[in-house]
């Protein structure tokens, strides 16, 4: 899926040979690019991590709530008989 209308940065990676050639082979087979395949994967990943952080941060937000309302838990022999 070429994006024609949007803006985009030539980069320079450096991959193994054998990766290179595999990668090539693949993205013939797929009729794609590794280039595709790589912005596809990047694009993901960065969703996956900025979606994450959002999510943390929204739970951080929240202010604590106690967990209990009284100031002293019940004895453990009243709990359980024994």
């Known amino acids: ?4 209308n949007r803006a985009m940065k030539n980069i320079t990676i450096k991959l193994d040979n054998d990766v290179a050639q595999w990668s090539k082979v693949w993205a ?6 590794v280039s595709q395949i790589l912005g596809d994967l990047l694009k993901q990943m960065k969703k996956e991590k900025t ?4 999510a ?6 929240v202010e ?9 838990y019940p004895l453990r022999d009243d709990l359980y008989e024994r």
């Open 56 to 61: 943390m941060q929204q739970f951080l937000d």
């Open 1 to 4: 899926m070429q994006h024609y």
């Open 51 to 54: 979606g994450y952080a959002k």
């Open 64 to 72: 604590a709530l106690p967990l209990k309302t009284s100031k002293h």
């Open 28 to 33: 013939a087979e797929n009729n794609t690019s």
